[in-house]
């Protein structure tokens, strides 16, 4: 316990001091076990989402084949683009590889409002779950509903080291990990 606040403190320094010398996190970050590989850093794929548990934009143009012959089961490196994650939703009800994905994820076109509003959405919770205890595994932080397949986002190449499971090889991760089912959000 005390190792891992040490080095998130130390982490969080090097990030104030990174952010002091005027760099800037890297929008790219490199797949693990995959040479020359890149994918999103999680700050940019957070920042594809219109508000917390939206469905994110498609980052790149259409290509004209289906999104599964890259949103694989594992992902796979697209040259030239990036690192395609696999989708969350291959064990979701009713879901399939026929599914219209577009009818959710949409290509971001302009930067530009379509209307004037002052809509502002929740921003993406990338803290981790929080525990009952130190000894307690952590929380689901997110609704898992469209996101019933926990092995697309936090294991494999394409899962962002930040949410990188320790134990890949268990397969029953509600028996251990809860979803939370109170928010507090509007009383921070």
């Given amino acids: 316990m005390k190792g891992r606040v040490m080095r998130i403190a130390l982490l969080a320094i090097l990030a104030l001091w990174g952010t002091a010398c005027g760099e800037k996190a890297s929008e790219k970050v490199p797949v693990p076990g995959t040479e020359g590989a890149l994918k999103s850093a999680a700050i940019v794929r957070a ?48 879901m399939s590889t026929s599914s219209r994905c577009r009818q959710c994820h949409v290509f971001m076109t302009t930067e530009a409002l379509l209307v004037n509003n002052k809509f502002e959405g929740l921003r993406q919770d990338l803290r981790r779950g929080k525990r009952l205890s130190w000894i307690s595994p952590p929380t689901i932080p997110h609704k898992t509903f469209m996101r019933e397949d926990c092995a697309a986002c936090h294991t494999g190449r394409a899962a962002r080291e930040e949410i990188r499971t320790p134990h890949p090889e268990r397969v029953r991760c509600t028996q251990c990990h809860v979803p939370v089912t109170t928010y507090n959000t509007f009383l921070r």
């Fill in 47 to 94: 920042s594809r989402r219109a508000f917390d548990g939206a469905p994110p934009t498609i980052p790149h143009d259409d290509f004209g084949i289906a999104c599964t012959s890259c949103h694989t089961r594992e992902g796979m490196e697209v040259p030239e683009v990036g690192y395609a994650p696999p989708s969350p939703h291959e064990k979701t009800t009713g």
